[in-house]
């Protein structure tokens, strides 16, 4: 698959969206993701549910694709790295990153984000914190207002349904951008995406193989 672009103006910086459900930060030599869930379909597997193995290794294919075309200095994670308990997944994940040594991976913790940072630097985390700050962007978890501070967050999943002309929908994952906050996609191809929760008065970029669809919030063109 073919990395897509679409640019935007969000908290006065230039961001480029990709089809990948990342961004890549031109300024800031930067790529910004969230929500792996490393460990998801191993601990699905783990409980009876046969999750196909390729599932963790296609993200991570991703990553390295992202990589590739970026050749970025850092890799800013915002939350929900790992999904549970530690396992092959999460061995694969920390293979990867002394592949990738000369980056720097920052990981904001998330909600499933349980284990210690001596953990987490262990599986090559060269910094943990509970919020992250890079140049006039806030980077957290969950979505919330802090004033007028520009925030980029994941943790909902955001996703929008869309009509097609034969009169059924198709549901996208997508960036959900306000004046404020930028909510991002799940990168992990299994942890899907939830319309119900995608906050209203967003405009959002619907994310699919083909391109970034900007759908306006009503009132916008």
């Not at 985390?125 to 919020?131: A, F, K, T």
């Not at 955001?158 to 994952?173: A, E, F, M, S």
Request: charged share 15%; hydrophobic share 35%.
């Amino acid at each position: 698959m073919n990395i897509i672009e679409s640019t935007i103006s969000f908290a006065n910086e230039i961001l480029t969206l990709t089809n990948f459900k990342a961004i890549y930060w031109q300024k800031e030599n930067t790529i910004i993701l969230s929500d792996l869930h490393l460990g998801k379909a191993a601990h699905f597997r783990k409980n009876g549910i046969a999750i196909p193995t390729q599932v963790s290794a296609t993200d991570l294919q991703n990553l390295e694709t992202i990589i590739e075309k970026y050749h970025p200095c850092r890799i800013i994670i915002v939350g929900d790295l790992i999904h549970a308990g530690s396992n092959s997944e999460v061995e694969n994940f920390r293979i990867f990153t002394q592949q990738h040594n000369t980056i720097n991976f920052i990981l904001v913790k998330g909600n499933h984000d349980k284990h210690s940072d001596h953990f987490f630097k262990n599986i090559g985390l060269h910094e943990i914190y509970p919020e992250y700050r890079l140049g006039n962007i806030l980077f957290v978890h969950e979505p919330q207002s802090k004033g007028n501070t520009f925030i980029i967050c994941g943790h909902i999943h955001p996703g929008i349904v869309l009509p097609t002309p034969t009169n059924k929908h198709l549901k996208l994952p997508c960036f959900a951008v306000s004046e404020q906050q930028l909510i991002l996609p799940a990168f992990s191809r299994f942890t899907g995406s939830d319309s119900k929760n995608t906050p209203a008065n967003t405009c959002c970029y619907a994310v699919h193989q083909q391109g970034i669809f900007k759908i306006p919030a009503s009132g916008q063109t």
